[in-house]
């Protein structure tokens, strides 16, 4: 693997809820002691089952959201010390592409002025006949008409605002851009297009990305390392796109996603077994009570991250390998 554009080292972040039965405050930590490298110019993936942190993860890497404990740095720069304007320099250079592109386009505005904003934001606004120029660029760099400029978000379909959603992230050039389950409320013919788009892109700019998924198969279809979550810890990383997966958590995911529509993709519960509440997890692996494997160590102490024979990470006692 080549060196990281994006370092995350012991990286946390708790939430506080003041919800409990007696109305105490309980925390949970979101992310949980993260420490990985994003390749330049590679695909990581993320899977985990729905709420297991993936989201959060991507906002801590972009400092959207501050860590409760831990480092971020992108190309050599330490994310935690940088002030609002140097923050605001290097976030040029890294961007985000939602799920859903229709929450993240303010409907009251054309789609020439949603592909302008970014310029905006960063002070650099193109002027006089390059304003046109530029959206006329990105119109067709994601191969939509030029009429689509003075159209309304609610005027496109869902694809065509993924791609103008594509199109706004890509704007200023980026170097690493964030992929938040881009195709996740798209119908299966429209998804492979516009995974198709954003692999073209990952090759044409030598992007780094770090793309999150729900779907074990698509990841291994599009990605160089695969992170597998659970709980806001990672249990495991394979270093190559058809390693086997080794944690039985991860076995689990892929054996799930064979359903070829990706709505039902979304709902499959891998395995039966209790999933502990993230504001009480268990001494030992949080995995226990929904594994195969599991012995009377694993509910005893929790497994480490160490380092695998193929040249990846597991978190796990009794590993399949
Ligand atoms: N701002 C917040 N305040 C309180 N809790 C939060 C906040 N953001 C996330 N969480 C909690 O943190 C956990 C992880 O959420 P996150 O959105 O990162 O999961 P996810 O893996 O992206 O899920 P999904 O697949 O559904 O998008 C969840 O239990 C969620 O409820
Ligand atoms: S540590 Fe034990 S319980 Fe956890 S995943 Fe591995 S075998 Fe299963
Ligand atoms: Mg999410």
């Not at 119109?139 to 030029?146: E, I, K, P, R």
């Not at 692999?199 to 074990?216: A, C, K, M, P």
């Not at 694993?298 to 695998?308: F, I, M, N, Q």
Request: proline share 7%; with cysteine.
């Amino acid at each position: 693997m080549t060196t990281p554009l994006v370092s995350m080292h012991g990286l946390s972040r708790a939430f506080v809820s003041s919800k409990g039965m007696f109305g105490e405050s309980r925390t949970m930590r979101a992310v949980d002691d993260v420490t990985l490298g994003l390749p330049a110019g590679k695909v990581t993936g993320v899977v985990g089952e729905s709420g297991c942190g993936k989201s959060t993860l991507a906002r801590l890497a972009l400092r959207l959201i501050e860590a409760t404990s831990g480092s971020v740095s992108f190309d050599g720069v330490e994310l935690g010390g940088l002030g609002p304007a140097e923050m605001r320099q290097i976030r040029r250079r890294m961007q985000m592409v939602f799920q859903d592109p229709y929450s993240s386009l303010d409907p009251r505005y054309t789609i020439a002025d949603s592909l302008l904003e970014p310029f905006a934001i960063q002070g650099l606004m193109p002027v006089g006949a390059t304003r046109k120029e530029r959206v006329a660029e990105l119109l067709d760099m994601v191969g939509l008409a030029q009429s689509t400029a003075s159209n309304f978000p609610h005027q496109l379909s869902g694809g065509q605002r993924q791609r103008v959603g594509i199109a706004r992230a890509l704007a200023l050039k980026p170097q690493f851009v964030v992929l938040d389950e881009p195709t996740a409320s798209l119908d299966v013919s429209i998804q492979a297009q516009i995974i198709e788009l954003l692999e073209r892109f990952q090759q044409q700019f030598g992007l780094t990305y770090l793309f999150i998924s729900h779907d074990l198969s698509l990841v291994r279809y599009f990605c160089n390392q695969i992170v597998v979550m659970y709980l806001g810890r990672i249990v495991e990383v394979m270093a190559a796109p058809d390693a086997r997966p080794q944690h039985p958590y991860s076995r689990a995911l892929l054996e799930s996603t064979f359903a070829p529509d990706p709505a039902k993709r979304r709902i499959v519960q891998p395995l039966g077994g209790e999933i502990p509440s993230p504001f009480a997890l268990p001494p030992g692996c949080a995995f226990a009570a929904r594994c195969a494997n599991v012995s009377e160590r694993c509910r005893r102490e929790r497994p480490a991250l160490a380092d695998t024979d193929a040249g990846g990470r597991v978190a796990c006692h009794h590993p399949n390998r």
